[in-house]
């Protein structure tokens, strides 16, 4: 079998590409391709059958008869759909950033199943790592003025933040304590089924924290604890802010003081919103901007891009930017307006290794010039992050406990 493993930069048209082989419309090298059923494995799938289930009830995976898709993980929700592409005998599959939201054990598990799956199944990989190349595919490309040619040497640019300073506050929290977020012998269940149990954790001003954990050791549902989002937390030793889980708060109130990134917000700003817009709306906490900003807010929107060295995109449309260039807006976004706890959820997703190094030093800036508290989420270590403690989940028979390093 005669499988590809492609390294793509977040410049390439990576969606075109995906369409010619679905169509059997690959050009030059892949044409030999076009004679075979291609079916896509990517996140943008995962969310197509999402969106079958929440429609009709059922999404069309036999696997989720049982237990629904949006009840699951994103690393579960990607084991269920690969099984289920796999049971449709494709000629070829299109795995794309296969490894994103996977943990170690699973990444080991794809890897074999891929394997056997590639004695039979012609396989194109596209990765925006190198170190998610599957090892077995010996044809390794790379994209070179438009033409795909056999991978070599570093591709990888150094890049680096600017050295400016983060931009300065417009108005400041005021908090009745530094304790931002605190959970105490915290247990939570779903339909009889322990999910977490014994939780005990607690969040500072200005910490630099990582929370990871194996898919579905119940990293989502701390989180939407943490953002009043999870009716779970009530009746619980839960506070947030300085205030008991239902002592009368509203989850406008929680949401005022944090800033909120995951890659899927990518989707929700249309092709209207200018890059400078779509960072002033970080200070309204709105997808789009409705109202007319004020000159200060603008002014420390424009030092935000100064800082990402995108001021010369300000207005250019969100949606036109690149892949790279997204992600640092949405983080720019998500702290422009300062908040005490900044909430990072998987933000190196999809990132090529560029991109991924610039948002990580930016991730780093950020925790060590403000007063704002980072909770970086993913399962996996980065180099270069320097988190000053991690919150790991562990999973149990009767739920994840947690446990501190650092």
Known sequence: ??????????????????????????????????????????????????LEEDIHGYS???????Q???????????????????????GVLILDNVFDNLDTAAQTSFKEELKLAGAHTLLIQLTHRKRDLLPFIENRLMVSAGEFVPLEGNTDDEIHVDDAPVPSPLHHYKLSTTELVRFTDVHVSYDSRQVLQQINWRINAGEFWQLKGPNGSGKTTLLTMITGDNVKGYGQQLYIFGRKKGSGESVWDIKDKIGYLTPAMTDLFSTRHTLLHMIVSGFVDSIGLYTIPSDMQLRSAYEWLQLLQLQHKANTAFSKLTQGEQRLALVARAMVKHPPLLILDEPLMGLDATNTEKIIQLINKLAAETSTAVLYVSHQTEKGLQPQKVFELLKTENGSIGTIHG
Not at 68 to 89: A, D, P
Request: net charge positive.
């Open 1 to 50: 079998m005669q499988h590809y493993a492609i390294f793509l930069s977040n410049t390439f048209n990576k969606q075109n590409f995906i369409q010619q082989l679905l169509d059997k419309k690959a050009p030059g090298l892949f044409a030999s391709f076009n004679s075979s059923d291609a079916v896509l494995f990517s996140a943008y799938t995962v969310q197509q059958y999402l």
């Open 60 to 66: 069309g995976i036999e696997a989720t008869r049982k």
């Open 68 to 90: 629904t898709l949006r009840s699951m993980s994103s690393g579960e929700q990607k084991k269920v759909l690969l099984q289920h592409l796999l049971s449709l005998k494709p």
